[in-house]
C-alpha cells in the first residue's frame, strides 16, 4: 500500500524535534570549561514558573527537567516539560509575561543557547498537539514555536499575542492579534517557501502545508472554554471535537418509581328520572370504607359539563322529543 507524503512528513517530525534536543545539549556540552561566566544581569534567572498546587485551577498535571520546587511552584531554570490537565495552566515567564498552555496539552521550553551571554535569550517552545497561548513581551531576540510540521518565528520588538492549536490530519490555525502583534513567519520543516501571518491575520494551514492556506479563518485558535462554560453553550465543545480534552460520560438517569393510584372519587349513579349523572350520597363516617389501591387507571372525576350546572337540560329536550313523536 502505497504512503502519501505528508504522512510520511508527519511521521518524521518527532525525529527532528529530537535531533533538535539532542543539538542545543551539544551546543552546551561543547563549551569550554575555561569560558567566561555569563555576565549577571536582570535577565538571568529562571525561563518559567508553573504553579503546582494540586487544589488551583490551573495547575499543571506535571512538569518535568532542570527544575526547583518551592510554595507550590515549579521553576525551570533553563528547560523543562509541562503537561496541562482539565484545564489551562498559565505559566508565568519572568520579566516578560504568561504563556497559556492549554488543556491537555504538552510543551518543552528551552532557552535559547546561541544567545551571547548577558543578552535576554529567546524562548524555543515545542509541541506536538494540542494549543497555546502567548501573551509576552517579545525582545531583540525572536522566540521559536516548533510543530510537527511547521517552525514559527516570533520576532520583536513587540507584544505577542499569538494563538496555535493543532488539529487533526496536521492542520495548523494561527492567529496573530493584539494592538502591538509582533513580526510572525512560518516556515516548513519539510517544503521550501515561508508565510507571513500579518498583525490581525487569523489563517489555517490545512494538512501542514503553507499551500493550503485558509484566510480569515472562523474557528478560534486558541484555548477552550472550561468545561463548565463548554458545557452550558454547547453540547460538543470545540475542544472535544477536536481531541483536546475527553468527552464527559453522560450523567445516569435517575429511576423513578409509580405509586399506586387511589381511587378517591366517589362512584356515579344513574337517575331515571332526568337520565343525568348524580354522585352517590356521601356515607356516614361510622359505614366509610377506606380507599383501596389499585394499578388500574382511577375512575374519571364527575362531570363538569353545562348538563352538570344545569340539570333541567336534558329533561327539558327529552320532553321536547317525546312531545314531536307523539310520546305525549
Not at 509541562?82 to 515567564?93: A, E, P, Y
Not at 516570533?154 to 509582533?182: F, M, Q, Y
Not at 500579518?198 to 501542514?208: D, T
Request: net charge negative.
Amino acid at each position: 500500500m502505497p504512503i502519501s507524503r505528508n504522512t510520511l512528513v508527519r511521521s518524521a517530525a518527532p525525529l527532528v524535534y529530537a535531533m533538535w534536543l539532542v543539538s542545543s545539549a551539544a551546543a552546551l556540552a561543547q563549551t569550554p570549561s575555561t569560558a567566561p561566566a555569563p555576565v549577571p544581569s536582570e535577565a538571568s534567572g529562571p525561563i518559567a514558573i508553573v504553579p503546582l498546587n494540586g487544589e488551583s485551577a490551573d495547575a499543571a498535571a506535571s512538569v518535568t527537567g532542570a527544575l526547583e520546587v518551592t510554595s507550590g511552584k515549579a521553576i525551570i531554570a533553563a528547560s523543562g516539560s509541562i503537561t496541562s490537565g482539565s484545564h489551562t495552566t498559565n505559566v508565568v515567564l519572568p520579566h516578560r509575561g504568561m504563556l497559556r498552555v492549554c488543556a491537555t496539552t504538552t510543551v518543552k521550553l528551552a532557552a535559547d543557547p546561541s544567545v551571547p551571554a548577558g543578552e535576554n535569550p529567546g524562548l524555543l517552545i515545542a509541541m506536538d498537539h494540542g494549543a497555546v497561548e502567548t501573551s509576552f513581551a517579545t525582545g531583540q531576540n525572536a522566540d521559536v514555536l516548533l510543530t510537527p510540521d511547521f517552525r514559527i518565528l516570533i520576532g520583536g520588538p513587540g507584544a505577542s499575542e499569538l494563538k496555535v492549536r493543532l488539529g487533526r490530519d496536521g492542520d495548523t490555525c494561527v492567529d496573530n492579534s493584539g494592538a502591538n502583534a509582533p513580526y510572525v513567519v512560518v516556515t516548513s520543516l519539510f517544503d521550501s517557501g515561508l508565510y507571513r501571518v500579518q498583525p490581525g491575520q487569523h489563517v489555517m494551514f490545512q494538512h501542514g502545508s503553507l499551500h493550503e492556506v485558509v484566510d480569515q479563518e472562523s474557528e478560534p485558535c486558541g484555548c477552550p472554554p472550561a468545561p463548565a462554560a463548554a458545557a452550558a453553550n454547547n453540547e460538543f465543545p470545540l475542544a472535544q471535537s477536536e481531541g483536546l480534552a475527553p468527552t464527559p460520560a453522560p450523567a445516569p438517569v435517575p429511576r423513578q418509581s409509580v405509586a399506586p393510584v387511589t381511587q378517591t372519587a366517589p362512584p356515579l349513579v344513574s337517575s331515571n328520572a332526568d337520565h343525568t349523572a348524580q354522585a352517590a350520597p356521601a356515607s356516614s363516617p361510622a359505614q366509610a370504607t377506606p380507599p383501596v389501591a389499585s394499578a388500574a387507571p382511577a375512575t374519571p372525576p364527575p362531570l363538569t359539563s353545562k348538563a352538570q350546572r344545569k340539570p333541567g337540560f336534558f329533561t327539558r329536550v327529552g320532553h321536547f322529543f317525546r312531545h314531536i313523536f307523539g310520546a305525549e
